[in-house]
């Protein structure tokens, strides 16, 4: 009787390429100077951000009116685009790291791009309640702080205002977790440039050098932030429900 025989794996990676090829094909992007795809996609994307200008001033001028809430409706359309925007935003994150969780090697080809879409979705989520409070300079309000207003506090019963925190601390976990997975990048980066983009890439890397004990703490923290990622998710959306 034949011992069984467990399948052998498809490459990740065709074509018989070594560590120092795929090395240089995925810094190349960083070191030459951009394509006119680029540049077009670029263009665009500032197009889009003047368009956002515009409409964030025309609503802060004429009034909080022009997204329909002086009509008798529950919500406008900026709660709708955060709620909208939130959804998008635990995605990212919580694919990310419940695939690291679960050790799947394929997570490496779509990490990156997760946790910035969540990054991402969480600062465009956070504008929408800013601009429903009708007068931004008076955010602070939202957040609890020793302050000389007297009586005047949080309502801690209030779900918007533990919305607030689990929000933030939802973005500060991404911020991290993402940022974590670029330290090593980073440092491949230090060691290919000069002058002022090595002094740059040098600051970001924290001193990087792949050392067995630097990789060691890497996956530690990797695996903490991820554990920290998917509760908060679930406690998020546990506010949201109560809206």
């Known amino acids: 009787m034949s011992a ?3 399948p052998i794996r498809d490459p990740l990676i065709e074509g018989g390429k070594s560590y120092h090829q795929i090395t240089e094909d995925i810094c190349a992007p960083t070191e030459r100077v951009p394509s006119t795809a680029w540049i077009a ?35 406008g359309w900026d709660i709708t685009n955060f709620v909208w925007w939130i959804g998008i935003g635990h995605a990212g994150t919580l694919i990310s790291a419940i695939l690291l969780l679960f050790r799947q090697k394929w997570r490496t080809g779509v ?15 956070g504008q929408f309640p800013l601009i429903h409070m009708g007068r931004l300079w008076l955010g602070f309000f939202i957040f609890p702080y020793p302050n000389t207003r007297g009586p005047l506090w949080v309502n801690f019963n ?3 205002l533990w919305d607030v925190f689990a929000i933030s601390t939802y973005f500060t976990v991404s911020l991290l977790f ?18 002022l983009r090595k002094k740059v890439y040098n600051f970001l890397s924290f001193g990087w050098t792949g050392a067995a004990k630097h990789w060691q703490r890497f996956e530690s923290l990797s695996l903490v932030l991820a554990g920290l990622s998917t509760p908060l998710v679930l406690s998020v959306h546990t506010i949201k429900s109560s809206w």
């Open 4 to 6: 069984p025989v467990s």
């Open 41 to 75: 996609a670029f263009t665009v994307a500032v197009l889009g951000l003047g368009l956002y200008v515009f409409c964030v001033t025309w609503t802060i001028f004429y009034g909080i009116g022009s997204w329909n809430l002086n009509r008798t409706i529950g919500w």
């Open 111 to 125: 990490n990156r791009a997760a946790e910035a879409m969540t990054i991402f979705a969480v600062i465009c989520a």
């Open 158 to 160: 209030s779900p918007l």
């Open 178 to 195: 993402w940022y974590t997975g670029l330290v090593p990048d980073f440092a491949t980066l230090r060691d290919r440039a000069k002058g």
